[in-house]
T-cell receptor, first 112, second 116 residues
Framework: DAKTTQPNSMESNEEEPVHLPCNHS???????IHWYRQLPSQGPEYVIH???SNVNNRMASLAIAEDRKSSTLILHRATLRDAAVYYC?????????????FGTGTRLQVTL | DAGVTQSPTHLIKTRGQQVTLRCSPK?????VSWYQQALGQGPQFIFQ???????QRGNFPDRFSGHQFPNYSSELNVNALLLGDSALYLC???????????????FGAGTRLSVL
């Protein structure tokens, strides 16, 4: 399985942008890049995903490097509710199956 | 619109027992995946069901088995429980059809299993 590497933890001040990096040097051409986040005592929550182009949605932006070996999740204005573990995941689809391989994630702390 | 629901929320078993966990997928979804999350770790893929068949399996022993019903709901069964099976078990559902939402997995809150 292709793996991702993320920093164990990051800190941010409230109302400031946050850039969460992820390396995935063994990504294959058809792997999708997904980001999920998990708050305490909850299941992971889908944030955003992309294949080759940068993506924006109401929660965040995803910037994908041209060689696809790294990506960055961007939270434009962090709030206290954004404090969570953020997982960068590669999704591999094979016929009628699809698999997410989680790493250990980045724990984001947001302070006032 | 109900999301992914799992039952029970908490469960306590003893070593050697068997357990069944249940999952109802999000409306419109046809695929169910199960994950095991140990404390402080990321979720680990157990298996995925689509059209009532196991389509893909992670590195878990045969003690872990599952089932998908015609209404797309699913069960995870674990036999001969070990202390190491204590974890949060997560169910995720997705849509295997075409379109932007294809294969985006949505997770339930999980079942916390404690094996004593």
């Amino acid at each position: 399985d292709a793996k991702t590497t993320q920093p164990n933890s990051m800190e941010s001040n409230e109302e400031e942008p946050v850039h969460l990096p992820c390396n995935h040097s063994t990504i294959s051409g058809t792997d999708y890049i997904h980001w999920y986040r998990q708050l305490p005592s909850q299941g992971p929550e889908y944030v955003i995903h992309g294949l080759t182009s940068n993506v924006n949605n109401r929660m965040a932006s995803l910037a994908i490097a041209e060689d696809r070996k790294s990506s960055t999740l961007i939270l434009h204005r962090a709030t206290l509710r954004d404090a969570a573990v953020y997982y960068c995941i590669l999704r591999r689809d094979t016929g009628t199956a699809s698999k997410l391989t989680f790493g250990t994630g980045t724990r984001l702390q947001v302070t006032l | 619109d109900a999301g992914v629901t799992q039952s029970p929320t908490h469960l306590i078993k003893t070593r050697g027992q068997q357990v069944t966990l249940r999952c109802s997928p999000k409306s419109g979804h046809d695929t169910v995946s199960w994950y095991q999350q140990a404390l402080g770790q990321g979720p680990q893929f157990i298996f995925q069901y689509y059209e009532e068949e196991e389509r893909q399996r992670g590195n878990f022993p045969d003690r872990f088995s599952g089932h998908q019903f015609p209404n797309y709901s699913s069960e995870l069964n674990v036999n001969a429980l070990l202390l190491g099976d204590s974890a949060l078990y997560l169910c995720a559902s997705s849509w295997m059809g075409e379109g932007e939402s294809k294969n985006i997995q949505y997770f339930g809150a999980g079942t916390r299993l404690s094996v004593l």
